[in-house]
């Protein structure tokens, strides 16, 4: 079955990663049906809103620690760029999209979702970045889009003390629009979209581009520095021993 699923609910596509086994972490298998689906959904006149989730109990608990050990710089540096290339399609496909987040929502996961126009999540969820206390740094475009979503300050809170916060918390400081019961989640997100859809497809793709574009101002610079330095980060000794050492941790408590 494919690592990205798609279904169609009236004028809403929803999106759902589908590896469960590893709580539907990333690799870059995710990230070439993920470019694919959007492109398909981009050109389908009759989806006018997406919703974004994850198979089983969780959103997605992050990059695939895996593949992560297998880069270099070069590798990383490459694969960086293709993942950005990706959650900015999301970002700017001209259909709004919200994030249906239960359970665990960290690392590449929270890119993922600050990538959507809205994020609802459990209340019961986890939310973070816990890329530091692995010898490593987002990389597919989270410390632009954290910054621009809760603000410097706490963006820098959140990643240099790997804070995982519930989804109540992360309403409270704007990281998510709102929190609500787990079994409301995804039933929340698709009256968004449903709603959303019966709007003007032309005014809606005319006011994201307005804010997009905004924001959009040396983004594109931010972006490449950010996967120069999340490269030199993932092909360091010093990553490899944390990387290591979590997968040995995550071993011996399955």
């Known amino acids: 079955m494919s690592v990205v699923l798609t279904e169609k609910k009236g004028k ?3 999106i759902t990663i589908n590896r469960p086994e590893v709580r539907n972490a990333l690799n870059i298998e995710v990230f070439n049906e993920l470019d694919r689906v959007l492109s398909e959904l981009k050109r389908d006149e009759g989806i006018r809103s997406l919703v974004v989730t994850g198979t089983g109990d969780s959103f997605i608990s992050g990059a695939d620690i895996n593949e992560l050990l297998t880069m270099d710089s070069k590798r990383g540096f490459e694969a960086s760029r ?8 999301l970002e700017k496909l001209g259909k709004p999209s919200i994030a249906a987040i239960r359970g665990y929502c960290l690392g590449g996961g929270l890119e993922l979702a600050l990538s959507c126009t809205f994020r609802i999540a459990a209340k019961n969820a986890h ?3 816990p890329e530091l206390q692995l010898g490593i740094i987002p990389a597919f475009g989270g410390t632009e889009r954290l910054i621009r979503t809760i603000g410097f300050s706490k963006a ?3 990643i240099l003390f790997h804070k995982i916060l519930k989804g109540e918390e992360a309403e409270r400081i ?3 629009n ?9 039933n929340t ?11 003007s497809s032309f005014a809606i793709r005319a006011i994201l581009e307005l804010f997009y574009r905004t924001y959009e101002k040396g983004l594109q610079e931010d972006l490449s520095l950010e996967s120069a330095l999340a490269a030199l980060a993932v092909a360091s000794e010093e990553a490899k021993e944390f990387l290591r050492a979590f997968l040995s941790r995550k071993g011996k408590k399955s």
């Open 12 to 14: 809403v596509g929803i």
């Open 82 to 89: 293709f993942q950005q290339s990706v959650f900015d399609k």
């Open 127 to 129: 939310l973070g970045f």
């Open 156 to 158: 820098l809170e959140l």
């Open 174 to 176: 704007g990281l998510v």
């Open 178 to 186: 709102l929190s609500v019961d787990d079994a409301q989640v995804l």
């Open 189 to 199: 997100a698709l009256e968004w979209a449903d709603r959303l859809s019966e709007k």
